[in-house]
C-alpha cells in the first residue's frame, strides 16, 4: 500500500508559477512510476504528466508541454510538478497517483492522493 499526500496548490495569476509536491509512503518508492492527473470542475480527470521510476523518462500531455516539469526525488520519497506560465484553463484539482511499475504511462495507477486545488485568475 502506498499514502500519497499532495501540497504546494493554491491561487495564482495567469503567467504565474506553482510547483506541486507529492510526499508518498510505505513501500519502495522508486519501485512506482508516478503521475499527475487534473480534474476540472464538470469535467472528467484527464492525463498531465508521469515520470518513470528512477526518473529517467517524462511523458506529458500536450496541453502543459513546454509548461509544466515533472520531476522526483527518492531519497525524499516526493514527486513534484512545476507549473510555469499558467493559464485559467489549467484551473483543476491535482492529484498525485503512484503506478506498481517503473515505467512510465497515462494509465494504469493504483493509488491516489486526495488532491489539491489550483485556482489561475486571469
Known amino acids: 500500500q502506498v499514502q500519497l499526500v499532495e501540497s504546494g496548490g493554491g491561487l495564482v495569476q495567469a503567467g504565474g508559477s506553482l510547483r506541486l509536491s507529492c510526499a508518498a509512503s510505505g513501500r519502495t518508492f522508486s519501485n512506482y512510476a508516478m503521475g499527475w492527473f487534473r480534474q476540472a470542475a464538470g469535467k472528467e480527470r484527464e492525463f498531465v504528466a508521469s515520470i518513470s521510476g528512477f526518473g529517467i523518462n517524462t511523458y506529458y500531455a500536450d496541453s502543459v508541454k513546454g509548461r509544466f516539469t515533472i520531476s522526483r526525488d527518492n531519497a525524499k520519497n516526493t514527486v513534484y510538478l512545476q507549473m510555469n506560465s499558467l493559464k485559467p484553463e489549467d484551473t483543476a484539482v491535482y492529484f498525485c497517483?503512484?503506478?506498481?511499475?517503473?515505467?512510465?504511462?497515462?494509465?494504469?495507477?493504483?493509488?491516489w492522493g486526495q488532491g489539491t486545488q489550483v485556482t489561475v485568475s486571469s
Open positions: 497517483a503512484a503506478r506498481r511499475s517503473v515505467t512510465t504511462a497515462p494509465v494504469g495507477y493504483d493509488y
